[in-house]
């Protein structure tokens, strides 16, 4: 599977943004999906986790309430709504597929997608 991240960009403080991960190559449903990220300094963190048939999903505590994972099997894409976004979620988000959630967990991923920076202003 190959994987592009889109939809990052400059955004002050209380805003929003929607991530896409667009993939191509081989059934993207076959795959669990997750969204990382890594700040400038820090180690990369993920971020949420959705199931293959988007029925199950996971978020790190600091961003629940906040942030919407989503897919598309159709569409072959997977989506990550961002409300409410703080400086401190500054960083590159990588979308990510592996083919159980305890991989996704473990960094264990199959395929990485390039990441997009999302900037968050005070």
């Known amino acids: 599977v190959q994987l592009q991240a889109s939809g990052g960009g400059l955004v002050q403080s209380g805003g929003s943004l929607r991530l896409s991960c667009a993939a191509s190559g081989r059934t993207f449903g076959n795959y669990y999906m997750g969204w990382f990220r890594q700040a400038p300094g820090k180690d990369r963190e993920h971020v949420a986790v959705i199931s293959r048939s988007g029925g199950s999903v996971y978020y790190t505590d600091s961003v629940k309430g906040r942030f919407t994972i989503s897919r598309d099997n159709a569409k072959n894409t997977g989506f990550l709504q961002m409300n409410g976004l703080k400086p401190e979620d500054t960083a590159v988000y990588y979308c990510?597929?592996?083919?159980?959630?305890?991989?996704?967990?473990?960094?264990?991923?199959?395929?990485w997608g390039k990441g997009t920076l999302v900037t968050v202003s005070s």
């Open positions: 990510a597929a592996a083919g159980s959630f305890s991989q996704i967990r473990n960094y264990d991923i199959d395929y």
